[in-house]
């Protein structure tokens, strides 16, 4: 991902359905082996149902998925 401005990525991964179970949106397929943040998910249901990629520099300078609202806007990628 090239994102020069550090920015959080919605991605099209939620648990929406079943917690903790996170799907990609258009495919419908579980997603497996998300590079969660240290912490994430911790969201509770209806709040963390989204997933988005975060910079972070505490973990090595690299891109990791954190959970959050559905509804914040950020840029967008699917998959
Ligand atoms: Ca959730």
Do not use: Q
């Amino acid at each position: 991902v090239v994102n020069s401005a550090f920015t959080d990525v919605m991605t099209g991964l939620n648990d929406r359905n079943e917690e903790g179970e996170y799907v990609w949106v258009e495919s419908g397929e579980k997603a497996k082996n998300i590079n969660w943040l240290k912490g994430d998910p911790n969201g509770s249901p209806g709040d963390g149902d989204c997933a988005r990629l975060k910079f972070s520099a505490r973990e090595g300078n690299t891109w990791k998925f954190a959970d959050g609202g559905c509804r914040d806007r950020y840029n967008f990628i699917c998959e």
